[in-house]
C-alpha cells in the first residue's frame, strides 16, 4: 500500500514542551514538504526538502525545525519557541515527471496538533 | 514572491447549479497551476493541474478550469455541482523560481444544499 503517512492523527502539546510529528512516504519521491493549515489562511510553507540532508526555510519557519536522514522520512519538531501552534499540519512529496519543473505534490491525512 | 488570491471565501449553492470558484496568481513567468480538494474528514487531494499545453483542463469528478494567462487566472468549474462537492477547495501555484514548493491560496469552502 503505496502512500504518505503521518502519525500521530491528534498530538496535545504542553506549554514549553517540544513534540515531533511524524512523515513517511513509499511513493520512491525526492521532495518533501511540511505546511501549516489554519482555518481561512490555506496552507503556509514551513519547510522543505528536495534531496536527503539537505532542506529549506518556507516562509513560517520559525519555532520549527527538521530533518531528513532518509528519503522516505521527514519529521518536523515543533520546539517550544512556536507561539501559536495549534495548527493542523500537513506533509506532502513529490518527484519530477516528464521533465523539469514538472511535478506534483501529493499529501499525508494530516496532524493536528492542539495546545494543554 | 508570488501570491495566490482566491476571492470567494465560502459559496453556498443548490444540488445542480453551476459552479465557478475564482484564482488569480501573481507572477509574471512560467507557472504550473493546480486545484486541490479537502472533503470533510480527508485529506488534500488533487483536482486538476496544468502545466502546459490546451489551456482548459479536465480532471476528476467533472471539474475543470481554464487558464487565461493575460488574466493571471485559473478558475474552477463545473456545470452541475452535486451534495457530494461539498468541501474546501484550495488553488495552488509553483513558479519556476528553483523553488518546488507550492503557494496556494486561502481557500473557498462551498456548501451544495439538497
Redesign the interface.
Known amino acids: 500500500d503505496g502512500g504518505i503517512t503521518q502519525s500521530p492523527k491528534y498530538l496535545f502539546r504542553k506549554e514549553g514542551q517540544n513534540v515531533t510529528l511524524s512523515c513517511e512516504q513509499n511513493l520512491n519521491h525526492d521532495?518533501m514538504?511540511w505546511?501549516r493549515q489554519d482555518p481561512?489562511?490555506?496552507?503556509?510553507?514551513i519547510y522543505?526538502s528536495?534531496i536527503v540532508n539537505d532542506f529549506?526555510k518556507?516562509d513560517i519557519a520559525e519555532g520549527y525545525s527538521v530533518s531528513r536522514e532518509k528519503k522516505e522520512s521527514f519529521p518536523l519538531t515543533v520546539t517550544s519557541a512556536q507561539k501559536n501552534p495549534t495548527a493542523f499540519y500537513?506533509c506532502a512529496s513529490?518527484i519530477m515527471a516528464?521533465g523539469p519543473?514538472?511535478?506534483?505534490?501529493?499529501?499525508?491525512?494530516?496532524t493536528r496538533l492542539l495546545v494543554l | 514572491a508570488q501570491s495566490v488570491s482566491q476571492h470567494n471565501h465560502h459559496v453556498i449553492l443548490s444540488e445542480a447549479a453551476s459552479l465557478e470558484l475564482g484564482c488569480n496568481y501573481s507572477y509574471g513567468g512560467t507557472v504550473n497551476l493546480f486545484w486541490y480538494v479537502q472533503y470533510p474528514g480527508q485529506h488534500l487531494q488533487l483536482l486538476l493541474k496544468y502545466f502546459s499545453g490546451d489551456p482548459l483542463v479536465k480532471g476528476i469528478k467533472g471539474f475543470e478550469a481554464e487558464f487565461i494567462k493575460s488574466k493571471f487566472s485559473f478558475n474552477l468549474r463545473k456545470p452541475s455541482v452535486q451534495w457530494s462537492d461539498t468541501a474546501e477547495y484550495f488553488c495552488a501555484v509553483n513558479a519556476n523560481t528553483g523553488r518546488r514548493a507550492l503557494t496556494f491560496g486561502s481557500g473557498t469552502r462551498l456548501q451544495v444544499q439538497p
Do not use: D, I, V, W
Open positions: 521532495a514538504y505546511y481561512g489562511q490555506g496552507l503556509r510553507l522543505y528536495q529549506q518556507g500537513l513529490s516528464g519543473f514538472r511535478e506534483t505534490q501529493y499529501f499525508g491525512p494530516g
